[in-house]
Nanobody, 123 residues
Framework: QVQPVESGGGLVQPGGSLRLSCTAP????????INWYRQAAGKQREWVSF???????SYADSVKGRFTISKDKAKDTVYLQMNSLKPEDTAMYSC?????????????????WGQGTQVTVSS
């Protein structure tokens, strides 16, 4: 199991920016993908973004054009750059290490959830 750790959350005003980090030692060497999820208080968990081992990315419609996912393979770290933040972006953000079989190999080590980092967008 590859256990990620998130950081970078905090309080920001509407229209502001934050960059979240997800560090998961071994995710690069094990060819894992990374999902970002978020869950607001009293609401269901929502998928936000994905980055594959090959660098491919995808985004939920609610964040498309405002959020950017990227990674530094040497640091085993995935970033979620969040711009033009809105109050509805307020949530606990968690990263998930998942299998990425695009290279013809599904690594069972790619399995883990971080504890989450809180993002609050408020005036």
């Amino acid at each position: 199991q590859v256990q990620p750790v998130e950081s970078g959350g905090g309080l920001v005003q509407p229209g502001g920016s934050l960059r979240l980090s997800c560090t998961a030692p071994g995710f690069t060497s094990n060819s894992c993908g990374i999902n970002w999820y978020r869950q607001a208080a009293g609401k269901q968990r929502e998928w936000v973004s994905f980055i594959g081992n090959d660098g491919s990315t995808s985004y939920a419609d609610s964040v498309k054009g405002r959020f950017t996912i990227s990674k530094d393979k040497a640091k085993d770290t995935v970033y979620l750059q969040m711009n033009s933040l809105k109050p509805e972006d307020t949530a606990m953000y968690s990263c998930q290490v998942v299998m990425d079989c695009s290279g013809g190999y599904c690594n069972v080590r790619c399995n883990g959830w971080g504890q989450g980092t809180q993002v609050t967008v408020s005036s």
